[in-house]
T-cell receptor
Framework: AQSVAQPEDQVNVAEGNPLTVKCTYS??????LFWYVQYPNRGLQFLLK??????LVKGSYGFEAEFNKSQTSFHLKKPSALVSDSALYFC???????????FGKGTSLLVTP | DTAVSQTPKYLVTQMGNDKSIKCEQN?????MYWYKQDSKKFLKIMFS???????INETVPNRFSPKSPDKAHLNLHINSLELGDSAVYFC?????????FGPGTRLTVL
């Protein structure tokens, strides 16, 4: 089955520092990978996706992610964190049948001033 | 204009009751979904549906049933509610790309 893993429950970063939120995947065939962000008491907002093409994917709000086939990873990155980036981040992979997503457990990002 | 909307935002009910959550999308997408987010924030697909096919996650109890009156709507009906059904339910829609999520419905079963 298509699955992703987020090894960190929480990531703490000082404002202005680079941030990385980790995601690894386990799939059959080519992966369709996504990152979403959830602010408190809100729905999920799409950040970026990897379908095919360049391994470095740029998304919303200055986020980017690097697809690494050899390491089966799709880590989310941002060069300079903002306090407003504090939220819950989900990595997801599309299932084989249909277009539904299997999500990781989520990583809580806390950016401190 | 809200892309994916859900009603109600909050739903508090007694065990054993039957309830429905409505979802509408104005994006012209062919596929809609229901996800459940539990108290630990785990997100799990319940159903995906387009006008041709309903795919049901095998772990979903048959007390849950999606109903689609048309392509823009996918409602979730729940029979005989149980305490363990308390969660946030998200509707989403997509074409072949990313999914767009509604704001969620927080269901509390007492």
């Amino acid at each position: 089955a298509q699955s992703v893993a987020q090894p960190e429950d929480q990531v703490n970063v000082a404002e202005g520092n680079p941030l990385t939120v980790k995601c690894t995947y386990s799939v059959s065939g080519n992966p369709y990978l996504f990152w979403y962000v959830q602010y408190p008491n809100r729905g999920l907002q799409f950040l970026l996706k990897y379908i095919t093409g360049d391994n470095l994917v740029k998304g919303s709000y200055g986020f980017e992610a690097e697809f690494n086939k050899s390491q089966t990873s799709f880590h989310l990155k941002k060069p300079s964190a903002l306090v407003s980036d504090s939220a819950l981040y989900f990595c997801a992979v599309r299932v084989l049948s249909g277009y539904a997503l299997n999500f990781g457990k989520g990583t809580s990002l806390l950016v401190t001033p | 204009d809200t892309a994916v909307s859900q009603t109600p935002k909050y739903l508090v009910t007694q065990m054993g009751n039957d309830k429905s959550i409505k979802c509408e999308q104005n994006l012209g997408h062919d596929t809609m979904y229901w996800y459940k987010q539990d108290s630990k924030k785990f997100l799990k697909i319940m159903f995906s549906y387009n006008n041709k096919e309903l795919i049901i996650n095998e772990t979903v109890p048959n007390r849950f049933s999606p109903k689609s009156p048309d392509k823009a709507h996918l409602n979730l009906h729940i029979n005989s509610l149980e305490l363990g059904d308390s969660a946030v339910y998200f509707c989403a829609s997509s074409g072949i790309g990313e999914q767009f999520f509604g704001p969620g419905t927080r269901l509390t079963v007492l």
